[in-house]
T-cell receptor, first 117, second 110 residues
Framework: NAGVMQNPRHLVRRRGQEARLRCSPM?????VYWYRQLPEEGLKFMVY????????ESGMPKERFSAEFPKEGPSILRIQQVVRGDSAAYFC???????????????FGSGTRLTVV | QKEVEQDPGPLSVPEGAIVSLNCTYS??????FMWYRQYSRKGPELLMYTYSSGNKEDGRFTAQVDKSSKYISLFIRDSQPSDSATYLC??????????FGAGTTVTVRA
């Protein structure tokens, strides 16, 4: 079992460019969550998706950020017109059913570290 | 005020010592409490899960939750160098949206 796969591991973008972060959940997992980790801060919830559905996007900034989890293929977190403040580690997690709060918890990927220069 | 407060440390202890970590929180709706361990450049992995108040033990790890004080703790007995990592507390009011502490970095010296 390959676990949750995130790519790229490191991504450098210039201000104003677009960043696309990909997440392939564990086999059999249909629930995907994105979190952002800023330096010296805890992980912050961004969005919860199921296949073709956004369940909760209450943690997503209102502008420039979007997420999808299509029927086929990985989940994508897209950041348009990146700014320096977007520099962070972005973690994806997956679960077989709704529930990061359980004995199963989430399974996290190793993250994508975005640097905006 | 942050929703979850966690002392960032760093914490350095000799091998074999007891490591004590804690978090406080302000949201009385939290009912699910977790501890995650995160190694450098890796994603967090679940260590302990507790529902509501009480204690839970798993090997060298003990988690305690005191909802009346809004305080949770993690104890690591007989600490090993391999326990050196960042420990994150996390909690939730529902079953999927977690609120994390900033993490405490622990170093166990051989």
């Amino acid at each position: 079992n390959a676990g949750v796969m995130q790519n790229p591991r490191h991504l450098v973008r210039r201000r104003g460019q677009e960043a696309r972060l990909r997440c392939s959940p564990m086999k059999g997992h249909s629930h995907v969550y994105w979190y952002r980790q800023l330096p010296e801060e805890g992980l912050k919830f961004m969005v919860y998706l199921q296949k073709e559905n956004i369940i909760d996007e209450s943690g997503m900034p209102k502008e420039r950020f979007s997420a999808e989890f299509p029927k086929e293929g990985p989940s994508i977190l897209r950041i348009q017109q990146v700014v320096r403040g977007d520099s962070a580690a972005y973690f994806c997690a997956s679960s077989p059913r709704s529930g990061g709060s359980s004995n199963y918890g989430y399974t996290f990927g190793s993250g994508t570290r975005l640097t905006v220069v | 005020q942050k929703e979850v407060e966690q002392d960032p440390g760093p914490l350095s202890v000799p091998e074999g010592a007891i490591v004590s970590l804690n978090c406080t929180y302000s949201n009385s709706a939290f009912q699910y409490f977790m501890w995650y361990r995160q190694y450098s450049r890796k994603g967090p992995e679940l260590l302990m899960y507790t529902y509501s108040s009480g204690n839970k033990e798993d090997g060298r790890f003990t988690a305690q939750v005191d909802k009346s004080s809004k305080y949770i703790s993690l104890f690591i007995r007989d600490s090993q160098p391999s326990d050196s990592a960042t420990y994150l507390c996390a909690m939730s009011a529902n079953d999927y949206k977690l609120s994390f502490g900033a993490g405490t970095t622990v170093t166990v010296r051989a």
